[in-house]
Structure formats: structure tokens, C-alpha cells
């Protein structure tokens, strides 16, 4: 499939629930805080920093899903 | 320098340019002139650092308005991409004017002018070290500089970091970028989400943790003065010329500038622009974008 096709199948602008609750925002904001805090540049990096979320809510959430059995998509929320 | 302006600049630029900006492009752009230098900034000695980041000689071409059109249009060669070289385009250019307000400044018309332009809002504080920059920055009105921008962001560009937003926008303005990521870790859309909310997020969160490392482990005073702050002593400008002389300078520089630009426009770039391609969106004034996504 090709820019152009996906470009051309494009018919959507309802809203749409956000995936993500505050709650799960302000956990994992407030972890950041508490480890970049303590930790310094090891957290506080370009790398690890925009990443932050994605790992903690995303995929750190479904390994621990996975873990307990749980094999659906799963996430903090 | 600016801290976390960077990563706030990205949505409220991303609201502005809207399909016709990729914003890994616009990501790519605001953090590229730190993202190979800052490293190197804090391994000169200190009493270099300012020129070694923004003067020259030095990597101070890496903040100038010329490396962001050379940036651009290697990529719009390689590509072919118009929203990703538009993205690095505007997105380094707004890196450049933020990093006016530091005592250091940025040379935005080199190599036409090698005159750092500044308002001097607060010190370029990298001779001390990465902890004491950050503890400089945070207890200046930088601090105040970041709080702003993560305002204003909130306020005029909430909306940019919505799901709606960014399966509207943001992936039809790089459907490429987003489908290939998508392929190739198979992320689910949610997750993608989450890649493109966490620069907004790495930049609100690195602001509350400096601002309170500076209060509560380098426990410096908080001095939102202009100039400041006080505590590191008096900043060293990269150049004593009268401020006459640095309009004049800068004026030269901006025309030679201007003219090279509209050189290069006509020998290459506008035949580069011509071959490459808009992302489908923009051709077909279409809103809105399933197809890469499929729910």
C-alpha cells in the first residue's frame, strides 16, 4: 500500500475517546518526576524522556497483563 | 539556551503548519541543533563553552538559519518528502530565534555574519557543567521562559494532542513515518499515540524535575531577573561590538543571506521541491485518516 492509496482511504473525523486517562497520566508524570529527581541525566535524556510514557503505560502495563495471564491489549487504563 | 521551550514549540508549530508539516520532522528539527552538540558543550573547558556552542569557530554553524535549508534540503533530496523537509525547516528556524534570549545568542546569518544576536534574557550557564546549567537555567527566567511555552501550548494547541488531532493531522501529514513505525514494532495505535504525546510530556516533566533539582539538591536561589541569574557572576558576551555595529553586521548578513538563499532556490531546491511530493492529504483536501490505523 502506497502513501497515495492510504491518502485516498482516509474518511474519518469523528471524535474519539482519548485512549488514556488522567489518572494514568499523573502516575506515570508523577514517577518521572521522582526518578528524574533522584536520577538526574540518566532520566532526564532525549532518549529516555519522550519514550517515557510509551514504556510505562504501554508496554511495561501489557507485560505485567501478560504476566498474570491477561494476554489482551493491555495498559494502565 | 532554551530547555523545554523545544518540545512545546513542537505542537504549537504543529497547529500552525497543520497537514503540511510531519512533526517527527518538526521533533527532528527543534532538537537537532542540541541533539550532536550538547554532549561535546560540556567537555570543552568551561571558559569555551558559550563559543564553542554558539560562536565560532565551534558548532555554532549548527544554530545558524543556513544549516536548518541545508538540513531541509538534503532531506527533500533524499525523500522526497515535502512535509518532512518543511518539518526540519521550521522546526530548526524556531530553534534558532528561541536561542536568542540567552547571554550567548546564536549566529542565525552565518557564515554571511559571525555576530551573535541576543536579548540577554538570562546566562548561557553551560561553563558549569550539565547540573549547573540546568540549575542556571531553572533558577533564571528560563524557568519562566518553559512555564510560558508550556502555557501557551496547553492553552493554543491543547487540541494538537488529541487522538482526534493526530489521527487528522498528524498521521495523514506523514503517512510514511507513521505506517512504517507502525509495521515495523507493531504498536498499536494507542501506543503511537503515546510516542507522539511523550515529547510534550518529557518536556513538562524534565521542567519539574530540573526546577526542583535546583531548589532541593543544587539548592540555588531562584532569580527570575533579567539577566540572571546573579549567583554565577557576570556573563561573558561572544562579542563586545556596540550595538550598532551588530544591526549593521546583521543587516549585512541577512541580505547576503537572503540572496543566497533565493540563488540556491532557483539553481536546485525548487527543482528538488517540484520532484518530491505532498503527503496525499494535502493533494486531496481530504480531512481525516483511517486507512493507516483501520479503526
Redesign the interface.
Given at each position: 500500500?502506497t502513501?497515495?492509496?492510504?491518502?485516498?482511504?482516509?474518511?474519518?473525523?469523528s471524535?474519539?475517546?482519548?485512549?488514556?486517562p488522567w489518572w494514568s497520566?499523573l502516575l506515570?508524570?508523577s514517577s518521572?518526576?521522582v526518578l528524574?529527581?533522584t536520577l538526574?541525566?540518566v532520566?532526564?535524556n532525549?532518549i529516555v524522556?519522550?519514550?517515557?510514557?510509551?514504556v510505562v503505560?504501554?508496554?511495561v502495563a501489557t507485560g505485567f497483563r501478560w504476566l498474570l495471564g491477561r494476554r489482551e491489549?493491555g495498559?494502565l487504563a | 539556551m532554551s530547555w523545554a521551550a523545544h518540545e512545546f514549540e513542537n505542537y504549537f508549530l504543529q497547529r500552525k503548519t497543520g497537514v503540511k508539516a510531519s512533526f517527527l520532522g518538526l521533533a527532528l528539527g527543534t532538537l537537532g541543533p542540541d541533539l550532536f552538540t550538547k554532549y561535546f558543550v560540556y567537555h570543552v573547558p568551561p571558559a569555551d563553552a558559550a563559543r564553542f556552542h554558539r560562536g565560532f569557530p565551534g558548532v555554532g554553524f549548527s544554530h545558524s538559519l543556513l544549516f536548518g535549508v541545508v538540513l531541509a534540503a538534503l532531506v527533500l533530496r533524499v525523500s522526497g518528502s515535502r512535509s518532512w523537509a518543511a518539518g526540519i525547516l521550521i522546526g530548526q528556524w524556531a530553534h534558532v530565534l528561541t536561542d536568542f534570549c540567552d547571554t550567548a545568542g546564536d549566529m542565525p546569518f552565518f557564515p554571511f555574519s559571525i555576530e551573535p544576536v541576543t536579548i540577554s534574557m538570562w546566562k548561557h550557564a553551560a561553563s558549569q557543567g550539565r547540573y549547573g546549567d540546568a540549575a542556571a537555567y531553572y533558577s533564571s527566567l528560563g524557568a519562566v521562559w518553559d512555564f510560558f511555552w508550556m502555557c501557551t501550548t496547553l492553552c493554543f494547541a491543547r487540541v494538537a494532542m488529541s487522538r482526534d488531532y493526530f489521527r487528522r493531522v498528524v498521521v495523514p501529514a506523514d503517512p510514511r513515518a507513521w505506517g512504517w513505525l507502525r509495521r515495523h514494532t507493531r504498536l498499536p495505535e494507542r501506543a503511537l499515540l503515546l510516542v507522539y504525546q511523550g515529547i510534550f510530556f518529557y518536556g513538562a516533566g524534565r521542567m519539574t524535575s530540573w526546577f526542583l533539582v535546583a531548589r532541593f539538591r543544587e539548592r540555588t536561589p531562584f532569580q527570575p531577573t533579567w539577566g540572571g541569574p546573579a549567583y554565577i557572576g557576570p556573563a561573558k558576551d561572544l562579542s563586545n561590538a556596540p550595538l550598532v555595529e551588530v544591526l549593521v553586521r546583521t543587516a549585512i548578513g541577512a541580505a547576503l543571506f537572503a540572496g543566497f538563499l533565493a540563488l540556491c532556490w532557483h539553481l536546485f531546491i525548487r527543482r528538488w521541491w517540484e520532484r518530491g511530493e505532498d503527503p496525499p492529504i494535502v493533494g486531496e483536501r481530504e480531512r481525516g485518516l483511517r486507512a493507516v490505523f483501520g479503526d
Amino acid at each position: 500500500m502506497t502513501p497515495g492509496d492510504l491518502g485516498r482511504r482516509a474518511a474519518q473525523s469523528s471524535t474519539s475517546p482519548e485512549p488514556w486517562p488522567w489518572w494514568s497520566w499523573l502516575l506515570t508524570f508523577s514517577s518521572y518526576v521522582v526518578l528524574g529527581f533522584t536520577l538526574r541525566s540518566v532520566v532526564l535524556n532525549w532518549i529516555v524522556g519522550p519514550v517515557y510514557p510509551l514504556v510505562v503505560m504501554y508496554l511495561v502495563a501489557t507485560g505485567f497483563r501478560w504476566l498474570l495471564g491477561r494476554r489482551e491489549p493491555g495498559a494502565l487504563a | 539556551m532554551s530547555w523545554a521551550a523545544h518540545e512545546f514549540e513542537n505542537y504549537f508549530l504543529q497547529r500552525k503548519t497543520g497537514v503540511k508539516a510531519s512533526f517527527l520532522g518538526l521533533a527532528l528539527g527543534t532538537l537537532g541543533p542540541d541533539l550532536f552538540t550538547k554532549y561535546f558543550v560540556y567537555h570543552v573547558p568551561p571558559a569555551d563553552a558559550a563559543r564553542f556552542h554558539r560562536g565560532f569557530p565551534g558548532v555554532g554553524f549548527s544554530h545558524s538559519l543556513l544549516f536548518g535549508v541545508v538540513l531541509a534540503a538534503l532531506v527533500l533530496r533524499v525523500s522526497g518528502s515535502r512535509s518532512w523537509a518543511a518539518g526540519i525547516l521550521i522546526g530548526q528556524w524556531a530553534h534558532v530565534l528561541t536561542d536568542f534570549c540567552d547571554t550567548a545568542g546564536d549566529m542565525p546569518f552565518f557564515p554571511f555574519s559571525i555576530e551573535p544576536v541576543t536579548i540577554s534574557m538570562w546566562k548561557h550557564a553551560a561553563s558549569q557543567g550539565r547540573y549547573g546549567d540546568a540549575a542556571a537555567y531553572y533558577s533564571s527566567l528560563g524557568a519562566v521562559w518553559d512555564f510560558f511555552w508550556m502555557c501557551t501550548t496547553l492553552c493554543f494547541a491543547r487540541v494538537a494532542m488529541s487522538r482526534d488531532y493526530f489521527r487528522r493531522v498528524v498521521v495523514p501529514a506523514d503517512p510514511r513515518a507513521w505506517g512504517w513505525l507502525r509495521r515495523h514494532t507493531r504498536l498499536p495505535e494507542r501506543a503511537l499515540l503515546l510516542v507522539y504525546q511523550g515529547i510534550f510530556f518529557y518536556g513538562a516533566g524534565r521542567m519539574t524535575s530540573w526546577f526542583l533539582v535546583a531548589r532541593f539538591r543544587e539548592r540555588t536561589p531562584f532569580q527570575p531577573t533579567w539577566g540572571g541569574p546573579a549567583y554565577i557572576g557576570p556573563a561573558k558576551d561572544l562579542s563586545n561590538a556596540p550595538l550598532v555595529e551588530v544591526l549593521v553586521r546583521t543587516a549585512i548578513g541577512a541580505a547576503l543571506f537572503a540572496g543566497f538563499l533565493a540563488l540556491c532556490w532557483h539553481l536546485f531546491i525548487r527543482r528538488w521541491w517540484e520532484r518530491g511530493e505532498d503527503p496525499p492529504i494535502v493533494g486531496e483536501r481530504e480531512r481525516g485518516l483511517r486507512a493507516v490505523f483501520g479503526d
